[in-house]
């Protein structure tokens, strides 16, 4: 019996041995390889990396981009097809890598603009091109303000913010007009008319205003669908660069100012203002827990939020606020005039008007279409007829080349019916606008929207609110 358990145990001890060599699976020795060259070391990752990635560092860095506006609120919430390229992380990615002005749809999962919306790593050798090393483009930038036609180069860095901080045009490729009218009296007369039209919708001013003379700016014009005298919030670059206002013939306008050249030479970046010293002071923007907003909490760095004490050191300690006023002023001014000329109707709580403080941005004045979206001249007594004042988006609607029940384009307008808001008739001019009045209409808008109150270039602020004052006073 001792025999047989020895037998069975020497057995198991060789199938262990056999398994265990064939798991190995250890064939021959092969040639012994040629030596390699030799070459120089690469980046320590402790020297290169952990500049920026410990822990300590990027805690900070995460705790200041909360403070960002482009962390809360808005600017990243809108994941639709239109909105998505610069409102989500996903958006800027996507238009980033493939060049195109919009994404391909809508990405209801997207993720906000957060690190990697701006970062990325295409190398390490960080003594060289850094910028273009660690940004996800310093690519030139196709201004959507000239249909995407031509680039301009802002520098490495600014063709980043850039991408998205520009005036933005069309978010439509075709208009299909739907009455909801239910009698032939008003301003369509066929009810429940569906028409197709392709536009080309000219992103920074309604009408085309090249090779135009002083004696044009007198002609009246009409408006027309998608078309309007507003400028999407944004739009810093424009200002910076000292283009893209409505510019009146015949006067002069200077774009270049002390921050467009540093030291005489090198191009100011975006940063060296907002993303300056880490300090202490007033967020305007970030919103406190009862709803209102300012707060004293951290500046500068990667809350995007200038520390005004460091401009202090260059500037002096009030240049800031003068600026902001003297163009406030302007603003006041420019509102006063067209509320007079009833291009514009004050800012009303009832029948109450709201004076209008452009420095916490209250009791804005709202332009008055002189015509409905169908050409109808509005009139300046209310009544019960109505028209189509209201241009809102759908998701789906009939249209196209032939309009069909059948072919549904995405990413429509349309037109709803409403009377004349009894508010809105005694404000109105009662005829058609003129280019100039619409300049100075945009103008207005164009100021409002940048949101720096001419910080990014007083000189030419200056030049295109006044000149849009004096058009209007008839000088």
Not at 106 to 116: K, Q, V
């Amino acid at each position: 019996m001792k025999l047989k358990n020895y037998y069975q145990l020497l057995f198991l001890a060789f199938i262990i041995l056999f398994a265990a060599q064939s798991c190995v699976k250890q064939g021959p020795l092969g040639l012994t390889g040629a030596n390699g060259t030799n070459g120089t070391n690469g980046k320590d990752a402790n020297t290169a990396c952990l500049k920026c990635h410990t822990t300590a560092v990027m805690d900070q860095k995460n705790a200041e981009y909360k403070l960002s506006k482009h962390f809360f609120g808005t600017s990243s919430a809108r994941n639709t097809k239109y909105c998505a390229r610069c409102h989500t992380s996903d958006g800027f990615k996507e238009i980033t890598a493939n060049g195109k002005f919009v994404v391909a749809n809508d990405i209801p999962t997207a993720e906000r603009i957060n690190c990697s919306t701006c970062h990325t790593h295409s190398a390490f050798d960080f003594a060289g091109d850094t910028a273009s090393y660690i940004l996800r483009t310093t690519s030139p930038i196709a201004l959507n303000y000239y249909n995407n036609s031509k680039t301009e180069d802002f520098g490495k860095i600014d063709n980043l913010c850039i991408t998205c901080h520009q005036i933005r045009g069309a978010t439509t490729v075709a208009i299909a007009l739907k009455s909801k009218l239910d009698n032939t009296k008003d301003s369509l007369t066929s009810a429940g008319a569906l028409v197709y039209s392709s536009f080309k919708q000219l992103p920074f001013f309604p009408f085309d205003n090249s090779a135009k003379s002083a004696a044009d700016m007198a002609t009246t014009v009409d408006f027309k669908v998608g078309q309007s005298v507003a400028v999407h919030d944004g739009n810093q670059s424009n200002l910076f660069k000292g283009i893209n206002g409505f510019e009146y013939p015949g006067k002069t306008y200077t774009r270049t100012w002390q921050h467009s050249l540093e030291a005489g030479a090198n191009p100011f970046t975006c940063i060296s203002c907002h993303m300056n010293e880490v300090g202490t002071g007033m967020n305007k923007k970030y919103p406190n827990s009862d709803g209102t907003t300012g707060k004293v909490t951290t500046i500068g760095g990667h809350t995007l939020v200038p520390n005004e004490e460091k401009c202090a050191s260059c500037h002096k300690a009030d240049h800031l606020a003068s600026t902001q006023n003297a163009i406030d002023g302007l603003l006041m001014q420019l509102a006063n005039r067209l509320v007079a000329h009833k291009l514009f109707k004050p800012s009303l709580s009832g029948s109450t008007v709201v004076p209008f403080d452009p420095a916490s941005e209250t009791g804005t004045p709202a332009a008055i279409p002189a015509q409905d979206f169908y050409g109808a001249l509005l009139p300046t007594t209310p009544g019960s007829t109505l028209y189509g004042l209201t241009l809102v988006s759908a998701n789906s609607i009939a249209a196209g080349p032939a309009p069909s029940a059948t072919l549904n384009l995405t990413y429509v307008s349309t037109v709803t019916m409403k009377k004349d808001a009894a508010t809105d008739a005694p404000y109105r001019k009662g005829s058609k606008w003129t280019y100039g009045e619409l300049g100075a209409a945009y103008n207005f808008g164009f100021i409002m929207s940048e949101l720096s109150h001419g910080i990014h270039n007083p000189t030419y602020a200056q030049q295109i609110l006044q000149n849009s004052i004096d058009y209007l006073d008839g000088k």
